[in-house]
T-cell receptor, first 110, second 115 residues
Framework: SQQGEEDPQALSIQEGENATMNCSYK?????LQWYRQNSGRGLVHLIL?????REKHSGRLRVTLDTSKKSSSLLITASRAADTASYFC??????????FGKGTLLTVNP | GAGVSQTPSNKVTEKGKYVELRCDPI?????LYWYRQSLGQGPEFLIYFQGTGAADDSGLPNDRFFAVRPEGSVSTLKIQRTERGDSAVYLCASSLTSGRDGELFFGEGSRLTVL
């Protein structure tokens, strides 16, 4: 079963705009991770935020975590056509496995 | 190799046949995961190995599915009496520690089609 839910399911923006994706999860976590998947390819890790952190940055990526609301958001600034992909959040709990959401399909139009 | 390697990349089989999917993790990674991804969905957990042992196989859908990792490196996912509903992309991932503590490194997946 999948624990997380991403919102929106699909997002279409113009190059240069910012893209925000949200994720909700159900149980307590040690960390929350975001992955990217290009069509027909494997998943690539983007960023990890620990349960005691509230915000983290990596290049054009900004992730927030609100453990009281069991939610996280991923912001991609100054988007590029090459950012077109599916984005998944994954929650890491005490049971060693990552539980993925259903993903957000991001399309960045040139 | 530098990354997680999965073979075959594509497998087409007939209903009722036996299938093996192989995963070669990153050298030195003790944790190994199998996930299954259906079209338009996120990866669903199947099984987790720490070393040679299956630490958590709670995601295996039924007893037709089995996975091994005899020497703590390469893993094989085995599916008996395949059904059309088994069609999906099977993803393997490895990690230096585990998903509880760090990132997973994924292979490109094995796309299984059961006719």
């Amino acid at each position: 079963s999948q624990q997380g839910e991403e919102d929106p399911q699909a997002l279409s923006i113009q190059e240069g705009e910012n893209a925000t994706m949200n994720c909700s999860y159900k149980t307590s976590i040690n960390n929350l991770q975001w992955y990217r998947q290009n069509s027909g390819r494997g998943l690539v890790h983007l960023i990890l935020i620990r349960s005691n952190e509230r915000e983290k940055h990596s290049g054009r990526l900004r992730v927030t975590l609100d453990t009281s609301k069991k939610s996280s958001s991923l912001l991609i600034t100054a988007s590029r056509a090459a950012d077109t992909a599916s984005y998944f959040c994954a929650s890491g709990g005490s049971n060693y496995k990552l539980t993925f959401g259903k993903g957000t399909l991001l399309t960045v139009n040139p | 190799g530098a990354g997680v390697s999965q073979t075959p990349s594509n497998k087409v089989t007939e209903k009722g046949k036996y299938v093996e999917l192989r995963c070669d993790p990153i050298s030195g990674h003790t944790a190994l995961y199998w996930y299954r991804q259906s079209l338009g969905q996120g990866p669903e957990f199947l099984i987790y190995f720490q070393g040679t042992g299956a630490a958590d196989d709670s995601g295996l859908p039924n007893d037709r599915f089995f996975a091994v990792r005899p020497e703590g490196s390469v893993s094989t996912l085995k599916i008996q009496r395949t059904e059309r509903g088994d069609s999906a992309v099977y993803l393997c991932a490895s990690s230096l520690t585990s998903g509880r503590d760090g990132e997973l490194f994924f292979g490109e997946g094995s796309r299984l089609t059961v006719l």
